[in-house]
C-alpha cells in the first residue's frame, strides 16, 4: 500500500509562535495532498486541499492566512500553524492520493499542544 | 447534499461473536466508498474500496459490501486487535477530491 509519513508526530508550543508540520509520500507522487484535523471522539474535518504546485483550496471557515499550506513537491505538503493558540491545539492528519486514484492514504496524524 | 451515517456508535463484541456495521449514504452520483480503520492517536489506515452496487471486497475478517444506499463491513470471528473505529466516507462524482466520512464506529472486541 501507499505509505504516507509526517514529522513530528508530537509538538508542544508556546502560544504566538509558529509550527510546521511536514507531510510527505514516501513511495508514490502525490497530486493531491489533503490537511484534515480532527477533535477527541469525533470524526475528520477537513481543512484544505493541494496540487502540487498550485496555492491550496481552503474549507469554508478555515483561516487561510493561519493554516498556511504549501505543496511544493509530489511528495512533500507543510501546514504550517502561525501564530498558534491553545484553541489550535488538536490532532492534524494529511492525506495523500496519486493520479488517478480516488483512495486516500493517511499519514499517521501530529498531535499539536499550544501552551 | 452528500451525507453519510454510521451506525451503531459503539459496538462491543466477545472475540469470536460476528457482527456488521452499517454505512448509509444520499449521493448525487457516486465514484468510490471507503472503509478505513482507525486506531486511537493514529491517521486512518485503508481498508477498501466499492465502486458500485452488489461489489463485495474481503481482507481476513473483514468484508464489505454495497448496496445503492449503504455499505455493510462484516467482521468475522473478531480478535482483540480487530478494536478500533471504523470510518467510511464517500466520494461524489461532483466532489473533486473531497471525502465526505461518517461520524465512525467505535467496535471493542473483549477476549
Known amino acids: 500500500g501507499a505509505v504516507v509519513s509526517q514529522h513530528p508526530s508530537r509538538v508542544i508550543c508556546k502560544s504566538g509562535t509558529s509550527v510546521k508540520i511536514e507531510c510527505r509520500s514516501l513511495d508514490f507522487q502525490a497530486t493531491t495532498m489533503f490537511w484534515y484535523r480532527q477533535f477527541p471522539k469525533q470524526s475528520l474535518m477537513l481543512m484544505a486541499t493541494?496540487?502540487?504546485?498550485?496555492?491550496?483550496?481552503?474549507e469554508q471557515g478555515v483561516e487561510k492566512d493561519k493554516f498556511l499550506i504549501n505543496h511544493a513537491s509530489l511528495t512533500l505538503s507543510t501546514l504550517t500553524v502561525t501564530s498558534a493558540h491553545p484553541e489550535d491545539s488538536s490532532f492534524y492528519i494529511c492525506?495523500?492520493?496519486?493520479?488517478?486514484?480516488?483512495?486516500?492514504?493517511f499519514g499517521p496524524g501530529t498531535r499539536l499542544t499550544v501552551t | 447534499e452528500d451525507q453519510v451515517t454510521q451506525s451503531p456508535e459503539a459496538l462491543r463484541l466477545q472475540e469470536g461473536e460476528s457482527s456488521s456495521l452499517n454505512c448509509s449514504y444520499t449521493?448525487?452520483?457516486?465514484?468510490?466508498l471507503f472503509w478505513y480503520r482507525q486506531d486511537p492517536g493514529k491517521g486512518p489506515e485503508f481498508l477498501f474500496t466499492l465502486y458500485s452496487a452488489g461489489e463485495e471486497k474481503e481482507k481476513e475478517r473483514l468484508k464489505a459490501t454495497l448496496t445503492k444506499k449503504e455499505s455493510f463491513l462484516h467482521i468475522t470471528a473478531p480478535k482483540p486487535e480487530d478494536s478500533a473505529t471504523y470510518l467510511c466516507?464517500?466520494?461524489?462524482?461532483?466532489?473533486?477530491?473531497?471525502?465526505?466520512f461518517g461520524e465512525g464506529t467505535q467496535l471493542t472486541v473483549n477476549p
Open positions: 466516507a464517500l466520494l461524489a462524482k461532483t466532489s473533486g477530491s473531497r471525502l465526505t
Open positions: 449521493v448525487s452520483g457516486l465514484r468510490g
Open positions: 492525506s495523500a492520493t496519486g493520479t488517478g486514484w480516488y483512495e486516500q492514504y
Open positions: 493541494s496540487n502540487e504546485g498550485s496555492k491550496a483550496t481552503y
